[in-house]
């Protein structure tokens, strides 16, 4: 008969309970839309109560004090990335981290030369 702990644990996934803990639950985070290559950045405000933050909560503030991906944190807390982005929405709507889309690149900002280079380098290969 299995124990108590091996119930709740799943050999290859790891805690089945935890993640649907931190989220109590949600599947989705509030709030508007953001892409896995968003741009995360601790904003100056301070929270009134730090114990109602979840350990990792603060865990990803501390790493967004310098901007840093989505996907990037996602690795660093070493949390499904769905979990990762209830957080961050946790946080954007406490007003603790601004999230910015990615800018997208127009083919007329590419310098010409550079891509007839690149182009000629890989016909050589």
Do not use: C
Request: no cysteine; hydrophobic share 45%; aromatic share 2%.
């Amino acid at each position: 008969m299995a124990s108590d702990d091996e119930l709740w644990l799943d050999a290859q996934a790891g805690p089945v309970i935890r993640p649907y803990a931190l989220t109590q639950g949600r599947t989705r985070h509030s709030g508007e839309a953001f892409d896995l290559v968003s741009t995360v950045t601790a904003t100056s405000a301070r929270v009134d109560d730090p114990g109602a933050l979840a350990p990792e909560h603060v865990s990803v503030l501390q790493l967004v004090r310098r901007p840093t991906t989505v996907v990037d944190i996602a690795s660093d807390v070493d949390l499904p990335l769905g979990v990762v982005r209830i957080l961050l929405g946790d946080l954007r709507e406490l007003g603790l981290i601004a999230i910015k889309a990615p800018v997208p690149m127009k083919a007329r900002q590419v310098d010409k030369n550079t891509l007839r280079e690149v182009l000629h380098g890989l016909r050589g290969l």
